[in-house]
């Protein structure tokens, strides 16, 4: 049957608002999804950046004094924390939650490669070795990374972690009297820095953050949907 001119004209226009039709359902689907997703997240702490961000290229030691930069990250998910092996709370519960996740992660997604990564805030103390040692009360997996304060520091800002020497009130009271800070010693500072997970992609690029408290359970989940985002 042949169609007239008009009639063509009406079927190509029915086809059109079909197929926009199609296209914003299709939109306010995924749109629907993702605010889902935003929600899991949220509500475990976790948020995946709009993009992902560029990290600055950098030289560390790992804890066995091997080389360490970028394109080892590149390949793998990896989680990053900065802590340091002296820190008496936040960073052991951490790790430890750390343990429990790369325990659980292993038995559910054996193909699924995520490296673990402390990176320390205290280089002065924190050498390769010392690091090792104590990564190995968590997991003998687990990477440790040290250096130079400069390049730790350049590691950091590009994770959006910020650390840094503060002073105990002891401290502050004695200089304010008699200016001797330097003679009380390291031992009366403590130092202060961020806590949350990075969450970084096989291309080297910050793609997600987990913020504290840190469970065991919650980063399972958060970073089965970020992978399945991804």
Not at 98 to 115: I, M, P
Request: with cysteine; hydrophobic share 45%.
């Amino acid at each position: 049957m042949r169609l007239s001119p008009s009639l063509k004209l009406g079927l190509i226009a029915f086809l059109a608002v079909d197929l926009a039709l199609a296209l914003i359902l299709g939109s306010l689907y995924i749109l629907r999804a993702d605010l889902r997703l935003k929600d899991e997240l949220r509500d475990i702490g976790a948020t995946i950046y709009e993009e992902a961000f560029v990290i600055n290229n950098f030289e560390l030691l790992d804890q066995d004094a091997n080389l360490f930069t970028l394109d080892d990250l590149r390949g793998d998910w990896s989680l990053i924390f900065f802590g340091f092996t002296s820190c008496p709370d936040i960073c052991p519960i951490t790790m430890s939650e750390l343990k429990r996740f790369a325990d659980t992660w292993l038995e559910a997604r054996q193909k699924q490669e995520v490296n673990v990564i402390l990176a320390t805030v205290d280089p002065n103390n924190d050498d390769p070795s010392s690091m090792k040692e104590y990564l190995g009360e968590f997991n003998s997996s687990f990477l440790g990374l040290t250096g130079t304060q400069a390049e730790l520091k350049g590691l950091a800002e590009s994770l959006f972690v910020g650390f840094g020497e503060s002073m105990s009130t002891e401290v502050l009271a004695a200089t304010a009297h008699d200016g001797h800070s330097k003679e009380l010693g390291k031992a009366r500072f403590s130092i202060d820095h961020s806590s949350h997970i990075s969450v970084i992609n096989p291309e080297a690029e910050l793609f997600a953050v987990i913020r504290p408290p840190h469970r065991a359970h919650d980063l399972v989940q958060a970073l089965e949907l970020i992978i399945e985002k991804y």
